[in-house]
């Protein structure tokens, strides 16, 4: 069974300081409820279709797969929910654990999340000083939720 273990966080972009080697991600949703999503995403050249499960704490089901662009390129024009969420993701790492970083462009510009995977929901991390607050459980921050509520119109 695949099973995604990950916190997010808001962060202070100000105490993160420069950001290196950037990663576009466009990714839109073919359906979502309150049991699955079902997303594709674009990063750099190649295209995913990625089911996940409804979270339980901080964990879930996350199955993911390796589509062709093209194909992908057209499901986010054709089948996926608008608008598309737009982002680039940079990757940090910090006291043995990866953060990704995620910068928001379009309908959630302004927004930036931090995420950390983990191997337990119980493991201990170190939080960088860049951390203000965490988001883990407030579903606001989901990107499935994202595109429907985009950050945009929170204000």
Same mark, same amino acid.
């Given at each position: 069974?695949?099973?995604?273990?990950?916190?997010?966080? $808001?962060?202070?972009?100000?105490? @993160?300081? +420069?950001?290196?080697? !950037?990663?576009?991600?466009?990714?839109?949703?073919?359906?979502?409820?309150?049991?699955?999503?079902?997303?594709?995403?674009?990063?750099?050249?190649?295209?995913?279709? +990625?089911?996940? &499960? &409804?979270?339980?704490?901080? %964990?879930?089901?996350?199955?993911?797969?390796?589509? #062709? @662009?093209?194909? !992908?390129?057209?499901?986010?024009?054709?089948?996926?929910?608008? #608008?598309?969420?737009?982002?680039?993701?940079?990757?940090?790492?910090? !006291?043995?654990?990866?953060?990704?970083?995620?910068?928001?462009?379009?309908?959630?510009?302004?927004?930036?999340?931090?995420?950390?995977? @983990? /191997?337990?929901?119980? /493991?201990?991390?170190?939080? #960088? $000083?860049?951390?203000?607050? /965490?988001? +883990?459980?407030?579903?606001?921050?989901?990107? %499935?939720?994202?595109? &429907?509520? #985009?950050?945009?119109?929170?204000?």
């Amino acid at each position: 069974m695949a099973v995604e273990i990950e916190r997010k966080y $808001l962060i202070d972009l100000e105490k @993160l300081g +420069t950001l290196k080697n !950037a990663n576009r991600i466009k990714q839109g949703y073919i359906t979502t409820n309150k049991d699955a999503v079902v997303r594709v995403r674009v990063k750099k050249d190649k295209g995913y279709l +990625t089911i996940k &499960s &409804s979270n339980i704490g901080a %964990s879930r089901l996350e199955f993911e797969y390796e589509i #062709p @662009l093209d194909e !992908a390129n057209e499901m986010l024009d054709k089948l996926c929910q608008k #608008p598309i969420i737009d982002k680039n993701r940079y990757i940090v790492d910090f !006291a043995n654990h990866v953060w990704e970083i995620d910068i928001f462009y379009g309908d959630n510009e302004g927004l930036v999340i931090a995420e950390v995977e @983990l /191997e337990d929901e119980n /493991e201990h991390i170190e939080l #960088p $000083l860049w951390i203000k607050e /965490e988001v +883990t459980g407030d579903i606001k921050y989901y990107n %499935s939720n994202l595109m &429907s509520y #985009p950050y945009n119109k929170w204000k």
